[in-house]
């Protein structure tokens, strides 16, 4: 059982940075074949953001996110670490990391395919 805890979140204006961070306890992260980011807003579905394959560099982002946001591993330390740059208020949310057993490409951002939730970290942008 794959038990993760997210950290990093806080309140930050609009154009800070955050970094993110997701601590894997139990059973290594490795055990997974993909790990993402996913947030939700209030009144929102949870959405996916970002996305890395376990046993490699190749990424996926959210078109939202795209060319702001950094999603990165270390399988040594049972981390991973999404870096958020230039911050809007739309990015506002309860951000959850996730494993998923299936392929990156197969998995998608598709909550279904996903497991091993973290109880989230809160990230409030103010304009």
């Keep these: 059982q794959v038990r993760q805890v997210e950290s990093g979140g806080g309140s930050v204006q609009a154009g800070d940075s955050l970094t993110l961070s997701c601590t ?16 939700q807003a209030p009144g929102k579905e949870r959405e996916g953001v970002a996305r890395i394959l376990t046993a490699g560099t190749t990424t996926y982002y959210a078109d939202s996110v795209k060319g702001r946001f950094a999603i990165s591993q270390d399988l040594s330390r049972n981390i991973m670490t999404l870096q958020m740059n230039g911050l809007k208020p739309d990015d506002t949310a309860m951000y959850y990391c996730a494993t998923s057993t299936s392929s990156c490409t197969y998995a998608g951002f598709v909550t279904g395919n996903w497991n091993n939730w973290g109880k989230g970290t809160q990230v409030t942008v103010s304009a």
């Design 24 to 39: 894997a306890s139990g059973d290594t992260l490795g055990s997974s074949n993909c790990m993402g980011w996913f947030r």
